[in-house]
């Protein structure tokens, strides 16, 4: 009697929503050597070129973060700046040259808590939203609802909303507030989050802006091919019950692009650090893994912490698919 009352309550707890599900690296698994800017699989070359038309139509826009400020440190081992730079800081090096940059306005105020924005990627105000969050250097905790409609997330989303729109943002430290538009969520965020309105150009927001925004989002989405309409069908009935996953990269990258549409197609709650140009996330990356490349994703599910995009693609496959 005892022990079926044991195996009843261990059934139960199985059952409890809050519980989070186990899931462990494939076996064998070892990360893959960083090779930056390499392309080591020959089919990521199609959706690297979609990226790179979507980057264009949107003219780079997420690239870099408010105040964007390039400087020229060192050529042939000279400094030439007075300071070189710090271990631990990034520089970008081509040959003999060495450059950093920065931002003249971030960081602003930053949220305790990470923004939660439910979303998905191919949605064109989704994608506004994104970048000014890669401009303002925002880290958001992302919950993909596929089409507006798919997962568990999209039920989590109308009863916290009462609607089936994207995006729609929660924001923690702020007593949960909610807000749908994606041009009420973009200003909310640069006043609660952002620089000063007068220390910085307001030209740089005009792309989030208006029918252009619009219509040059609904292109790069096209030209991605409208990735992540629907939730995969092989996706685990329970990723969204998963502690969120770290993405590190920024809205523009065409590497980063592949991590993401699986993230939302397997419906796995992620937080993006954004690394945009001027970011101090570069420099908090190369001190904790020695380089800078992106994508790179950390999963508290399993403990494992890799770069390489195509290799980040297959191991998502592997850990959240039946």
């Known amino acids: 009697m005892l022990r079926l009352c044991s195996l009843i309550a261990a059934a139960a707890a199985l059952q409890l929503p809050g519980r989070r599900p186990q899931v462990s690296a494939p076996p064998g698994f070892t990360a893959p050597e960083p090779k930056p800017l390499a392309i080591t699989d020959n089919a990521q070359i199609p959706g690297l070129l979609r990226g790179s038309a979507a980057l264009a139509v949107r003219l780079a826009t997420g690239v870099f973060v408010l105040g964007w400020r390039p400087s020229y440190v060192a050529a042939f081992g000279a400094t030439l700046l007075g300071e070189a730079p710090k271990d631990g800081e990034y520089v970008l090096e081509l040959g003999p040259f060495k450059f950093r940059d ?14 939660v924005i439910y979303e998905y990627e191919s949605s064109p105000f989704c994608r506004k939203v994104r970048e000014a969050c890669c401009l303002f250097d925002l880290e958001v905790e992302y919950r993909p609802v596929p089409g507006a409609r798919g997962g568990a997330f999209a039920r989590e989303l109308l009863e916290t909303s009462g609607r089936m729109t994207v995006p729609y943002m929660v924001d923690p430290n702020a007593g949960d507030e909610g807000m749908l538009e994606s041009d ?3 200003e909310y965020l640069r006043e609660a989050y952002g620089p000063p309105k007068d220390s910085y150009d307001a030209l740089a927001l005009w ?4 029918a252009f925004a619009a219509t040059t989002a609904t292109f790069a989405a096209i030209a991605r091919g409208l990735p992540c309409g629907v939730r995969r069908d092989d996706a685990r009935d329970d990723n969204e019950r998963m502690l969120p ?3 590190w990269g920024y809205e523009a990258s065409p590497f980063v692009k592949p991590v993401r549409e699986s993230l939302c197609e397997l419906t796995l709650p992620h937080v993006v650090v954004p690394c945009s140009r001027g970011s101090p996330n570069r420099d908090r990356m190369v001190k904790e893994t020695g380089r800078f490349q992106v994508p790179y994703l950390k999963d508290p599910n399993t403990g494992v912490a890799l770069f390489e995009s195509a290799e980040i693609v297959k191991y998502l496959d592997e850990v959240y698919t039946k």
Do not use: F, H, N, Q
């Open 245 to 247: 996953l770290e993405l």
């Open 207 to 210: 792309p989030l802006r208006g």
């Open 184 to 186: 009420d969520i973009i």
């Open 102 to 115: 920065d931002s003249s306005v971030l960081p602003a105020a930053r949220p305790a808590k990470p923004i």
